[in-house]
């Protein structure tokens, strides 16, 4: 934020104060995600690792828990498991982003961390104008705003946002989602030498290209990157319609493996691919952390899908986002998700059991349900099993129809929900939980399922049981940051 915000600096100051006793005695508060200190998160933003530090921004509404206009919240670590909550780094202050510091991404360049934007802004009358806005820091704490770069081009709706910029053969490139004048979703490209400038390049992926007719009527928070020798392309489109077991979340998260040409600036990629199976994940973004790896955290929620119901908005916060995790492509071109391996540092109190079960029920030992890791491996099972965790959620496994199944109680009425994939054989399940989520890694990653979840406070059990006879190896752990030992 710039010096003159510094009243707006004290007044979130306040309010982080003046909320921190009722926040913090939710029992559905985190142990290891990262969650706004009071107030409404919903995308990570500018994700990046910078001088040995890693910085998670997001959006951020302080002053309540709806959406509005945002700020750019800031968390930094060194070891993306202890986190630190810094000032927030970008207000909604300006003219060219009065309603919204919305979502972007950040990249170095001359020794400064740079962070571009979309510059959210209604006007008299109510409607939207968007801007593309760079930010700049020394200590990648303190930004100081320089302003437009980029405005909207001619057939597009002012739903034009989400910039991701990195640098390909010398040259800039920023991404971006937009809406056409006939409300069909796109991503398109700006090219730029010296940051200030840009240069557009048109629509190089989305409805009407690469066989996609019509493919939702807006894309948003695009990412692309090259993964094991192909150029990859994450982006959260909305108004799939649901299709078979696909798209259930009212938006959706998926990826594309393909080609950016840099001569044509044409994008060709295969077909679209879930991110996630479960309930509540979208926005997610990636960078390429100083050892090479190709991380990504997304936000553990959907926009438009129920947060009124989230019982944590009586203590005054919603959201959270996952834990990061590492990505790979599989000899297939199918994306590859790991918890990455720092998490392990959490691990205490580990315990190993093999089960045989015949259609009994056996309770799983744990030190606390609350903050626990357990992996399941060694699988041998004539009809599938079920892990029921806090009687809230349930994974299930039916071997006859090669499908996994995560149901979980609704938030507003406890009946149930379900998310399903088809998983021919099962080998192995991740799971992390936390006081209020379930992720789900299935078959080293090859899937996932990320979901929020509000069990009884009083339920702590987790049991698994048979549909006839399973036998299968488990291991569990407590997990706890270094700072809470
Ligand atoms: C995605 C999104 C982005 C936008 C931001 C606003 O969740 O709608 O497109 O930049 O959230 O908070």
Redesign the pocket.
């Known amino acids: 934020m710039t010096t003159t915000d510094a009243a707006l600096r004290q007044k979130i100051a306040d309010r982080i104060r003046n909320y921190e006793h009722l926040v913090k005695k939710d029992v559905y508060r985190q142990h290891f995600h990262l969650m706004p200190p009071v107030g409404l998160l919903?995308?990570p933003n500018g994700l990046i690792q910078w001088k040995g530090i890693y910085h998670v921004f997001y959006?951020w509404q302080p002053f309540k828990t709806g959406?509005g206009a945002?700020f750019w919240g800031h968390y930094t670590s060194t070891d993306l498991v202890n986190w630190q909550h810094e000032e927030a780094a970008l207000a909604p202050s300006d003219w060219f982003d009065q309603n919204?510091c919305?979502?972007?991404s950040a990249f170095i360049e001359g020794g400064q961390m740079h962070v571009m934007y979309?510059g959210?802004v209604r006007d008299e009358q109510g409607n939207r104008e968007t801007y593309q806005c760079l930010a700049v820091s020394e200590d990648g704490i303190h930004f100081e705003k320089k302003g437009v770069v980029a405005t909207l081009p001619e057939g597009f709706t002012a739903h034009f946002?989400?910039p991701k910029v990195w640098k390909r053969n010398g040259r800039w490139y920023m991404i971006l989602?937009a809406q056409s004048l006939d409300l069909k979703g796109h991503l398109v490209l700006f090219t730029s030498d010296t940051l200030d400038n840009w240069t557009f390049q048109g629509t190089i992926a989305g409805s009407g290209k690469n066989g996609l007719d019509n493919f939702g009527y807006m894309w948003?928070?695009p990412d692309l990157f090259e993964l094991d020798g192909r150029d990859v392309l994450i982006v959260?489109p909305q108004g799939l319609e649901p299709d078979g077991l696909k798209y259930h979340n009212t938006h959706q998260s998926g990826y594309f493996v393909g080609t950016l040409d840099d001569h044509s600036y044409q994008y060709t990629h295969g077909a679209f691919e879930e991110l996630d199976r479960g309930f509540d994940f979208?926005?997610q973004q990636t960078f390429l952390d100083e050892s090479g790896r190709r991380l990504l955290i997304g936000?553990m929620g959907v926009?438009d899908q129920g947060e009124e119901h989230h019982p944590t908005i009586s203590y005054q916060w919603i959201h959270c986002l996952t834990i990061p995790r590492e990505l790979r492509l599989d000899e297939d071109g199918h994306l590859i998700q790991k918890p990455v391996s720092e998490l392990q540092s959490m691990r205490t109190n580990e315990q190993e059991h093999v089960f045989h079960i015949k259609r009994s029920v056996h309770s799983i030992p744990v030190e606390d349900i609350t903050s626990a890791e357990v992996f399941i491996d060694q699988i041998d099972t004539q009809k599938g099993f079920e892990c029921c965790i806090r009687a809230a959620a349930r994974i299930i496994y039916d071997k006859e129809e090669g499908k996994l199944t995560l149901e979980r109680d609704r938030f507003e009425d406890r009946s149930k929900e379900v998310r399903e994939a088809l998983i021919e054989e099962l080998h192995d399940l991740h799971i992390f939980i936390d006081s209020s989520s379930i992720e789900i890694f299935v078959n080293g990653g090859r899937e996932v399922f990320t979901a929020r979840y509000f069990p009884s406070p009083g339920n702590k059990s987790i049991s698994i049981s048979g549909r006839n006879e399973t036998k299968l190896k488990l291991k569990t752990w407590h997990l706890q940051r270094e700072a809470n030992r």
């Open positions: 919903n995308d959006q959406h945002k919204g919305y979502s972007g979309t959210n946002r989400d989602g948003e928070c959260s979208y926005a936000w926009p």
